[in-house]
């Protein structure tokens, strides 16, 4: 059974701890899109972890993890992780698609000037070289892993490369340029470091489609941040849909049975972009963020604090009809403990006019929230493990949630770890 576990809307919705949950029976898990630019975080026996590449499975030594070739590789940073768990004690199986193209020292460089050269615009990159990344590797100046294995195909590439690159770098941006001879001593030190890892993914996963494994497609981000179908242009410069999890995988799309999409029970973003639930009182929206998740809401990969916000039912009937969503996990209903009133966005307000459709980004800036206030249930409810012991509140409000979104609420969240869970 093939399940792709991703987000309903900008990101940060507890992906890494319920894939982490899921891993455990599992066969394969797989990363097929996104790169480390954006992190989980999964808190296990052997620690906190922020997961930037390496897909959930990690934990379990039985499971085989993979880098799909849908994936911006970072070679230095994957290896950081790699230490990190391995220094915890951890045993693995990984997998790195021959075919996932390898971000270059160009990329994060660019990522940066231009950030710098939008000023006032820019859009809030994390500067990890995403968006130069998928420029390259769709104009078809990118490089797959196998290329790092052909010593003179690959100086010869380079060199053209940054003999484009190295104008854009001095003349646009006024820096130095790259020695493309230095990036290729670079790239040497990637290919050995990888060489352990390198397989064709894409053989091995169909084979396990066909064998009937138990496979894990694991997203990164959420709908909000897909290129085609969130608020562009604030958005990730890849797909984060269920549906690009067959591409970037490399499995036929009719494998993936079971579309798990992640929602929060109130709502949190990086960058730039329009928010319309958003909190605007800095107070009330810090008294949320100091709260959420497991430490607060400040981003796993950059410390940033998060944009917080009320739950959106608009935004997330969106998110979860365009992942084709299956059946949907609330978490971190336990962080909406301390109110006493729970404010829920149930329509945007634009022009005068009522919409309850997701709105284009231009509209989105213009919109303002139509509140819902639900009763809260103040009081702690973490340790609950049946749905039924939570209380009348807490149901009214999951249920509520499920109404608005027209999808199964199968799992509830009402804590940080792996045992923090209620099934429905
Ligand atoms: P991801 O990128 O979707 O995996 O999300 P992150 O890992 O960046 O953010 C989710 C945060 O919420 C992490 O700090 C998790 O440990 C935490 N978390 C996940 N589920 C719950 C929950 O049900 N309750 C609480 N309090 N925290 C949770």
Redesign the pocket.
């Known amino acids: 059974m093939v399940k792709a576990i991703v987000?309903a809307n900008w990101?940060?919705?507890?992906?890494?701890?319920?894939?982490d949950l899921c891993a455990e029976t599992s066969d394969i898990t797989v990363r097929f899109q996104g790169g480390a630019n954006?992190?989980?975080?999964?808190?296990n026996e052997y620690g906190r972890f922020a997961l930037h590449q390496l897909p959930s499975g990690i934990f379990h030594e039985n499971i085989t993890n993979i880098i799909g070739n849908g994936c911006a590789l970072n070679v230095a940073s994957l290896m950081d992780e790699i230490a990190s768990v391995k220094k915890a004690g951890v045993r693995f199986k990984l997998l790195i698609s021959d075919r996932a193209q390898i971000v270059l020292p160009h990329h994060v460089r660019l990522d940066e000037y231009e950030e710098e050269r939008l000023g006032k615009r820019a859009f809030g990159s994390t500067k990890s070289g995403i968006a130069p990344f998928f420029s390259d590797k769709y104009s078809k100046m990118g490089l797959q892993v196998w290329e790092l294995y052909n010593d003179e195909l690959l100086m010869e590439k380079l060199e053209m490369m940054y003999e484009k690159v190295n104008v854009t770098l001095e003349h646009l941006y006024k820096k130095p340029p790259i020695d493309h001879t230095e990036v290729f001593k670079t790239l040497k030190g990637y290919a050995e470091a990888i060489r352990p890892y390198k397989a064709d993914t894409g053989s091995f996963l169909r084979k396990a489609v066909k064998e009937g494994k138990n496979i894990l497609l694991e997203g990164?981000?959420?709908t909000l941040k897909d290129t085609d179908h969130g608020i562009y242009p604030y958005v990730t410069s890849s797909s984060t849909l269920a549906g690009y999890a067959a591409v970037g995988a490399g499995i036929p799309p009719y494998a993936i049975k079971d579309v798990l999409c992640?929602t929060?029970a109130y709502s949190s973003a990086v960058g730039e972009g329009p928010f319309v639930s958003e909190i605007p009182d800095p107070d009330e929206a810090e008294e949320l963020r100091k709260r959420?998740?497991?430490?607060g809401e400040y981003?796993?990969t950059t410390g940033r604090p998060r944009r917080v916000g009320w739950f959106d039912t608009v935004a997330t009937r969106y998110g979860v009809q365009a992942q084709g969503a299956t059946e949907v996990c609330l978490?971190?209903?336990?962080?909406l403990s301390y109110l006493d009133e729970i404010p829920v966005c149930v329509g945007y307000e634009y022009d005068g006019e009522t919409y309850g459709d997701f709105l284009t980004t231009d509209k989105l800036y213009k919109s303002t929230p139509i509140l819902k206030r639900l009763p809260g249930w103040s009081c702690s409810i973490k340790g609950i493990r049946d749905y039924d012991s939570l209380p009348k509140e807490a149901r009214a409000y999951v249920e509520f949630i499920e109404n608005e979104i027209g999808v199964k609420i199968s799992m509830v969240?009402?804590?940080?770890s792996r045992e923090?869970i209620i099934y429905r």
Do not use: F, M, R, Y
């Not at 959420?292 to 430490?295: E, L, M, N, P, Q």
């Not at 978490?331 to 962080?335: F, I």
């Open positions: 987000g990101g940060d919705e507890g992906k890494g701890k319920i894939t954006a992190g989980h975080t999964i808190i990164q981000l959420g992640i929060k959420g998740g497991d430490k981003g796993a978490t971190c209903l336990d962080v969240s009402n804590g940080p923090d």
